[in-house]
């Protein structure tokens, strides 16, 4: 039988783990709140609480953490990596990190003599929980036949950039394009009801729209009904990957005007104690300006 380690029980880590438990894997997910694994117990094959126990012998390990800092503890907190008698064959760090983080984790890994790449991830729960999530590798698919067959179980796409790290800048990129979108959408409504058009109506027209379509069909309900407490995708998530793209501007390279445009939009939204809602919430910046 296949073996999936997944370290993380968030929303994704649980959603991949209980996709791949029905589909026969054995997977062993990492649990470090005992309420969180009696959440889980009953919907995957085993809930750990080291990351060595969800790594021995596994055929894959599957990171999915929420920061570099999360990460860090997990893969590095301990010395577990040097100490673990059977060694997982593949790793793959699918969470959205900085880019400073993940070369000094390929090259850690490169250290270990560990199969490892970084390949995040897009199509939040809903993706997770259909199997239908889109990963952008750091790798070539030449070099992981194996581990892309296992990939293809819980994935729909696999778009791989050649060289470590370059599916890391990629997904941060690709999240700019999604926050920058969010927020001028958010804009928009507010601005169109204050002119004196419905919010349905608007969302009628938008959901024509060969560009507004997606956004609007996914997030437009949501923001009629001022509704964002079952986050698909945190507004906090999406503040850390607009922080961690703006870290990666050089003196030599002009910095991201529009990700530093919409970062202070999201700041200001976790600042009002709204880090924890979807990140369509992002409409509460405007908002502030009802009265």
Known sequence: ???????????????????LTQKGVHTRILVRRPDRASELQDQVSETVTHPMEASEGADLVLSFLPDDQASKSVWFGSDWLTT??????????????SLNYVDAWNDRMQQQQWNAFECP??????????????GFAGASEREFPEVTKILNLFMKKVVFFGARGNGMRFKLCYNEVGACLMATFAESMFHLEKQGISLEQA??????????????KSKGPALIAEDYADPAFKLDHMLKDLAYLCETATPKQEAFPMASQALQLYRYCHEQGHGSLDFAAVRKYYQRWDD
């Open 84 to 97: 673990i008698q059977t060694p997982p064959r593949h790793v793959i760090e699918m969470s959205t990190l």
């Open 1 to 19: 039988m296949l073996k999936v380690g997944i370290l993380g029980a968030g929303i994704m880590g649980a959603a991949v783990a209980r996709f």
């Open 203 to 216: 969302l009628e027209g938008f959901d024509m729209g060969g560009w507004t379509s997606a956004i609007s």
């Open 121 to 134: 991830v897009t199509g939040s729960r809903g993706g997770a929980e259909s199997g239908s999530l889109v």
